[in-house]
């Protein structure tokens, strides 16, 4: 997988995914799973 493109897992399930561009790769892949994590605290 590409930095960047993240699986969303819900209750160990495939829901979707996210991908983020337009800085370093790696900083890519942090800001798409800090936005996920938030994502996902709402959901409980």
Do not use: H, R, T
């Amino acid at each position: 997988m590409l930095e960047g493109g993240e699986p969303i897992l819900y209750q160990g399930q495939l829901v979707g995914a996210m991908g983020v561009s337009g800085v370093k790769s790696f900083e890519d892949a942090e800001i798409a799973q800090v936005a996920i994590e938030k994502f996902l605290a709402k959901q409980s």
